[in-house]
Nanobody, 124 residues
């Protein structure tokens, strides 16, 4: 499975960005998918995830109410709509998936396939 993120960039605090993650290769439409982020000098952290059917979504407390994860299985694409961005949201954002992934746990070790990451920078 290959994952390619896009949509990152520089935005002012309070602004919005929409990240996309396109999957190709082995069909991943029945696997849970997630977004993680890693800021300089910090460990990779869970941001959001959803089940393959999109019937359940999960968010970290730091983004709940501001970010929305969704997916279009017909396009093998997952999205992360980010609103009300804060400087502390600055990080490289990664999408991930895999047959062992469980959306509700937020454990990166469960995800076998990762994208290359896209930089999100929020200025104050």
């Amino acid at each position: 499975v290959q994952l390619v993120e896009s949509g990152g960039g520089l935005v002012q605090a309070g602004g919005s960005l929409r990240l996309s993650c396109a999957a190709s290769g082995r069909t991943a439409s029945r696997d849970d998918m997630g977004w993680f982020r890693q800021a300089p000098g910090k460990e990779r952290e869970f941001v959001a995830a959803l089940t393959w059917s999109s019937d359940s979504t999960y968010y970290s407390d730091s983004v709940k109410g501001r970010f929305t994860i969704s997916r279009d299985n017909a396009k093998n694409t997952v999205y992360l709509q980010m609103n009300s961005l804060k400087p502390e949201d600055t990080a490289v954002y990664y999408c991930a998936t895999g047959p062992r992934a469980v959306a509700g746990t937020g454990f990166p070790d469960e995800y076998d396939y990762w994208g290359q990451g896209t930089q999100v920078t929020v200025s104050s």
